[in-house]
């Protein structure tokens, strides 16, 4: 099994950046950056196809960038313009699935790190 670890969250104000880091164990063709609030269900941020092909929420289009390092086996979110809606525990996974972020299913994720965006 690989094991992924995130780190980089932190507390922000709104409109500031943070750039979250994953690194696997392993190589993974499909990596992601899923979140969750507070009283709602994990959701998809962004998903990277082997650093080949991104897929953004529509939350995340235009402020939010993913990229994935082959060689080194991680997987980065570089979050810009951040809103108080962005607050919550983002989670690095992989599926060996189809990579895509309109399900959960066959996804594993880390333990996670915290994103707090204040006012």
């Known amino acids: 099994q690989v094991q992924v670890v995130e780190s980089g969250g932190g507390a922000v104000q709104a409109g500031g950046s943070l750039r979250l880091s994953c690194t696997a164990s392993g190589y993974l063709w499909c990596m992601g950056w899923f979140r969750q609030a507070p009283g709602k269900e994990r959701e998809g941020v962004a998903v990277?196809?082997?650093?080949?092909?991104?897929i953004y929420s529509d939350s995340a289009k235009g402020r939010f960038t993913i990229s994935k390092d082959n060689v080194k086996n991680t997987l980065t979110l570089q979050m810009n313009g951040l809103k108080s809606e962005d607050t919550g525990m983002y989670y690095c996974?992989?599926?060996?699935?189809?990579?895509?972020?309109?399900?959960?299913?066959?996804?594993?994720w880390g333990q996670g790190t915290q994103v707090t965006v204040s006012s």
């Open positions: 996974g992989y599926t060996f699935g189809a990579c895509g972020m309109s399900t959960r299913l066959g996804w594993t």
């Open positions: 990277s196809e082997d650093g080949s092909r991104e």
